[in-house]
Structure formats: C-alpha cells, structure tokens
C-alpha cells in the first residue's frame, strides 16, 4: 500500500529508472499479491462468519468432546469448535505403525476412508474405540434397550456413541441407532463402535413441513424399537447431538420404579430446562414437571402402544413431535420426573435450534460428571407425598421484597442456603421477563409444576409461583401482592455478562458483518486503484515510446 501510494507521483520517475518493462511485471506482480491477500481475508472473514452458523452444528475439534463440563456455577465448557476436514476421493495411505490386533484392523479400515477423525486416527495414542464401561450395581435397566435418533451428522454420532459407551453400566448390545436416510459414514462409525443401526427410507410430499421428517423418522425409530426389543417395557430415547453423563444408566436405574409405582407420571427425562450453571446445584435432587423435557428420556411401552402411536402427527400437523407429546391432550395431567443437573449436554445446533440459540440457551449448561451419585428422596416424588413436601417447602421459604419492581440484584438477599419465594403476576409476559431477568429459558413458558419453578441463585433455593393460578398461591401472605417486574425490552438488566442475552449476539453478529463489509469495500478499491495505476504506466510508457518513435524519424 505504502509503496503505490508513492509511486501515484513517481510513475515516469521510477519507469525510467527502472525500466518500462520491469516496472509494469513488478506492478502486475503486486496486483496479483494484492488480489491474493484480498482471497485469503475475504475467506476469513466468511470463515468467521460461517463458523457462527455452521461450525455450531459440530463438535468441537476434538470429534469426541473430551471438554470440561462443570456443575454448579464454574466457568462455562470449552466449546471450541472448528471445521472438519473436508472429504477427498479415493482412500488416504496411513503411515502409523499401530500394534497389530483386532482393534487397530478395525481402525486401520476405518482410517483410509475417513482419516480425518483425528482422535481415533492419530498415529500416538489414539483413542480406544474398543470401550469397556464399569458395571452398574445395582442394575435395573440391563433388559432396557436405547434408541439413538441419527440424522446425516456424524462427527456428532460419533461423540455421543463414544460417551454412551463410556457411561457406568453402559451394554452395546442394547443400543440401536436410527438413520434417516441411507449415510455410508455413519453406517461405518456404527459398525466402528459396535451398535447396531437401522435405515429409514421416509417418503414425503414436497409440501410436507421439515419438521414432518423428523417426527415420522420418531415414529419409526419408536415403533421399531419396542419391536425388535418385544420383552421390554420401556426403551430410553437418546439423540445424536446430546453427550450423556458418566451415571446416566445409573440415574434410570434408580428412577425407573416410578414409572410403575405411579399412574401420575408421563416420563422420566434426564434433562432440566432450567439447568444453566448459574442456577442448578445439587445432581441428588429430583423434581416432578408439568411438561415433558425429552432429550434424554425413559419411554413405557404401555403409553407409546396404548396411546401415542395410533394417533402420532402427521404431515398436516404443524407441531414437532416433542411440542405435540407436550399438548394437554397427550399428557392429560400426567408430570415427568428431572433431576437438578442435567444428565445430557446439548452440543449442537440442528434443525429447529439456531447457532444463536445454541450459544445463549445451550451452551451455558450445568452437566454432572459424578459417576456414583446417589438419588436423594425417591421415594418422595410419588404424587401426593411430592404435594406435601412442596407445600412445607413454600410455608418454610422467606418471601422476596415484593415492593422491587426492577430487575437488579436487590430482588434476592445476598445470602447462601436459604430458601426464598417470589409471588409472580400470572401475566404471561411477566413470567417471561422475570426468567429473563435470572438468564433462564424464556422462549416459551416450561419447566413447571402446577405453575411453580424451583431453582438456585447465589446457592440459594428460590421458589416463583404464578399467582393466582398455582394451587399454592394459597400461602401467599395477605399484605403482599404478586410481583410485577417493569422491564423494557431494550433495557434489560443482566446480573452475569458471561450470559449473554440473545439481542446481544444479534447485535454483535451484525456489527462482525458491516466491519467485513468495509474491509471488502476497502480491498475492491485498492485493487481498483492499483489496476488503475497499471493501465495508466503502460499508456504513458506505450505513448513515450510513440513519441520517441515519431521524434526520430523526424530526426532522420
């Protein structure tokens, strides 16, 4: 840049010292560096931007998550991602001397078609495929078969095959995954890690929804799993793009009893809604909730054949599978069971979750990685002695400073281990600024029981009931009234940068493309002005070269 900025006075000067013809492949020699180093940042700048939207979708660089997952309020998981390596023709010839055994043939095979699994074809200690989890004692979920629903993702299958199989009590024989659609990859990584896999071929009409392929592909898997598993009366659902936890076999273990000691429960999911790091605590508790969680969950054969299958959605209904299994018409005042901290992390943006949402909703996880957690109270999630231990909860919190009509930190004591209740307007507007306010899941409104939550901030409990529509607004004092909280939408307090708020990314992701657009701009130009500069030397030297020519026949 420095040197064509000088050169615009020294044209003439520096062509008849240098020479016409150097001067003009020195300059063309510039232009196409210049041309070059506009490719490479104008692919940068789409890397970044692509990373955003694409890369969100993978796991990070390592394809099997080896990550920090944290309980509790520790710092958020490192979710660096990058991208893959992009698939060539033909096989890759591997120079790693791997011992010989079943194992290293296996991957060797492996390896010259997808080579770019790293961690499984890296020439040092590559990782063991061949895994054999730790028992489970006691275990009451060996005859319980999984079901793994896969779509065309399959760094993202190979992640959650590979910490499924790691979990304590874990059984390759019990695990099928589902394809929807005939991928030669993931069939291999199947085969690779030892699980069966199943292929759907599901016909659908041009203006059937996306979302259609997904519940009908659900329906399959579903169907076909109770079948070919017929002595089983209950299957767990597992997606490709959740990693379980070290004791997921051992939390359905321990669970699993109340599926048939209680007519009252739907299902026994392993997911929390509201379990971001800031606001779960303790892996031992158990909640009962009105809607159903999924990802990750504990499936009766009696519910799905009895009532579900004969009437599952099809391509004219406009809910997904999991927002119909939600409806009033399919729970019919049944609840599911959660733990505090989840048991699965959710590692990848999809179909109906965008990069955006995956960061601000996802990301920031609470994920336990105890292996021998033991399930406190059981015994006491059955429905009417759940129902009494919520009510001596609510008689024996301390209600909130009820006056506080803003979202700032005086809204909870600053103490540790108290338990604290909020009476909320019933507004369903309110509910959702107020989950806003604690940086929980406010999209939509979930995560309840009979319109009250339960969960941690500052390691204190905090109960928020929706007044007066929640059967236990009945203790709510008489000289209180139900919080309303006055926030602006664009003035929305956050206690904790490290969650930011959707609005935030937007912004930032738009400032990211007018900043690249002015280093395009700026690039466009200066090609423009040194191809300008170009042009003008050589017509300037083509016309001295005239005139030399004309002035010395006129000579002779």
Not at 171 to 189: A, C, K, P, T, Y
Not at 410 to 427: A, F, G, K
Not at 432 to 450: P, S
Request: proline share 5%.
């Amino acid at each position: 840049h420095v040197f064509y900025l000088l050169n615009i006075q020294w044209n003439l000067f520096i062509t008849d010292t240098l020479g016409p013809a150097i001067f003009c492949c020195f300059q063309w020699l510039l232009l196409v560096m210049m041309c070059l180093m506009f490719g490479v940042n104008a692919y940068l700048i789409l890397h970044v931007g692509l990373q955003r939207s694409v890369c969100a979708r993978l796991p990070p660089h390592h394809e099997f998550g080896h990550v920090k997952m944290v309980v509790g309020l520790d710092a958020a998981p490192n979710m660096s991602i990058l991208f893959p390596l992009v698939a060539m023709a033909g096989t890759y010839n591997l120079n790693c001397s791997w011992p010989v055994t079943k194992q290293n043939l296996r991957r060797e095979e492996f390896c010259r078609e997808y080579y770019w699994y790293r961690d499984i074809c890296r020439c040092k200690n590559p990782i063991d495929f061949d895994l054999r989890p730790s028992k489970l004692y006691p275990n009451h979920i060996s005859d319980v078969p999984l079901a793994v629903i896969a779509s065309n993702r399959t760094r993202c299958l190979s992640r959650a095959l590979y910490h499924l199989l790691l979990a304590d009590g874990a059984n390759s024989s019990m695990i099928r995954v589902f394809l929807d659609g005939d991928f030669q990859e993931q069939i291999d990584v199947c085969k690779l890690f030892g699980v069966s896999v199943t292929i759907h071929d599901i016909h659908y009409s041009r203006n059937s929804k996306n979302s259609f392929r997904i519940t009908e592909h659900y329906r399959l898997s579903l169907t076909e799993m109770f079948d070919y598993y017929p002595d089983a009366s209950s299957i767990i659902v597992l997606e490709d793009d959740l990693q379980v936890s070290p004791d997921f076999f051992s939390y359905f273990s321990q669970t699993i009893h109340l599926l048939d000691k209680d007519d009252s429960l739907y299902c026994i999911s392993s997911w929390n809604d509201f379990g971001y790091q800031h606001a779960s605590r303790d892996p031992s508790l158990l909640y009962r909730v009105d809607t159903m969680p999924g990802l990750g969950w504990l499936l009766k054969r009696s519910l799905f054949k009895g009532e579900l299958e004969e009437k599952w959605p099809n391509e004219t209904e406009p809910l997904t599978w999991d927002g119909w299994l939600r409806e009033p018409a399919q729970r019919k005042g049944r609840e599911c069971v959660i733990p505090d901290v989840s048991r699965t992390f959710h590692f990848a943006a999809g179909t109906h979750i965008y990069p955006e949402q995956q960061r601000r909703y996802f990301e920031t996880r609470s994920f336990n990685q105890l292996r021998h957690v033991h399930l406190k109270n059981i015994s006491r999630l059955t429905k009417h002695i759940y129902e009494k231990t919520v009510h001596h909860l609510i008689r024996s919190a301390t209600p909130v400073n009820h006056s506080i009509t803003k979202c700032t930190e005086e809204l909870i004591p600053n103490t540790t281990d108290e338990h604290y209740v909020i009476y909320l307007d019933q507004t369903e507007h309110v509910v959702v600024q107020l989950m806003e306010c604690f940086q929980l899941w406010d999209i939509d409104i979930r995560g309840d029981h009979k319109n009250m939550w339960r969960f941690w901030y500052r390691q204190n409990h905090i109960i928020v009931l929706r007044c007066p529509i929640s059967p236990y607004c009945v203790h709510m004092p008489s000289n209180i009234s139900p919080l309303k909280l006055a926030i602006p939408a664009t003035e929305i307090i956050f206690w904790n940068s490290k969650y930011r708020h959707f609005t935030r990314s937007v912004r930032r992701k738009r400032k990211q493309k007018r900043r690249a657009f002015i280093i395009i701009s700026f690039y466009l130009l200066t090609s423009i002005v040194i191809l300008a500069i170009c042009i003008r030397s050589l017509s300037r030297y083509v016309a001295k070269v005239k005139q030399n020519t004309i002035s010395a026949g006129c000579v002779v």
